[in-house]
C-alpha cells in the first residue's frame, strides 16, 4: 500500500482503518456482486496492528427492507484485535460485480 503523503509511512492505525473501509465488500458480497452502499463504518481496536499484515474476516449479515448491517473481525499475525460493522443500504439496480470487472 502506498504512503497517504509522499514520503510519509502509513500508520498502524491507518492501516486499519483502511482496510475497514472494505467490510462492505466482505460482508455484503452475495451471488450478485456488492448489492449495498456502505452508509457508516465503526471501526472498534483492542490494540493497534503490528505488521503490514491485516486481515478481515466476515461474522455476519443481516439485512431487512433493504438496510443491511455487517460485522467482521479484524486481525493481525499475532490474533484478533478489533471489530468493523458497516451499515448499508440495497443498491440491487446497480449491483457491483467484481468477478466482471476486467483490468
Do not use: K
Not at 503523503?5 to 465488500?25: S, W
Not at 455476519?60 to 458497516?86: K, P
Amino acid at each position: 500500500m502506498p504512503p497517504l503523503v509522499e514520503g510519509e509511512a502509513i500508520t498502524p492505525f491507518q492501516r486499519a482503518a483502511f482496510l475497514a473501509d472494505t467490510t462492505n465488500l466482505v460482508c455484503n458480497w452475495g451471488t450478485e456482486g456488492v448489492g449495498y452502499i456502505n452508509s457508516d463504518v465503526t471501526l472498534t481496536l483492542t490494540r493497534l496492528p503490528e505488521g503490514r499484515e491485516l486481515g478481515l474476516h466476515a461474522q455476519d449479515h443481516i439485512s431487512a427492507d433493504g438496510i443491511a448491517v455487517g460485522t467482521a473481525t479484524l486481525y493481525d499475525r499475532t490474533g484478533r484485535i478489533g471489530t468493523c460493522v458497516v451499515t448499508a443500504l440495497a443498491n440491487a439496480a446497480r449491483q457491483v460485480d467484481m468477478a466482471e470487472t476486467r483490468v
